[in-house]
């Protein structure tokens, strides 16, 4: 007897397809980890980074100036 999860049968999986599917991961982890990170940064100040990935999602022009200009690197440009 199989086991069903919403009325679907689980896949009859061969070595095969577990191998393709292990090999799709190993493609897939570097994307991840880089979309993890986004979320992580996102979600530590959601107030303020998700209306900045929206705007820059949609091309707003504030936002692409917020993000290009250049972060001063030492106090006396902070100073400035």
Request: proline share 8%.
């Amino acid at each position: 007897m199989a086991f069903e999860e919403d009325g679907y049968g689980y896949p009859q999986w061969d070595i095969d397809e577990i191998w393709s599917l292990a090999q799709m991961w190993t493609q897939a982890q570097p994307v991840w980890k880089r979309i993890k990170r986004l979320v992580d940064y996102v979600d530590a100040k959601p107030a303020v980074r998700a209306p900045l990935l929206a705007g820059a999602l949609c091309g707003d022009e504030d936002t692409r100036q917020r993000l290009s200009r250049p972060k001063p690197t030492r106090l006396v440009e902070v100073l400035q």
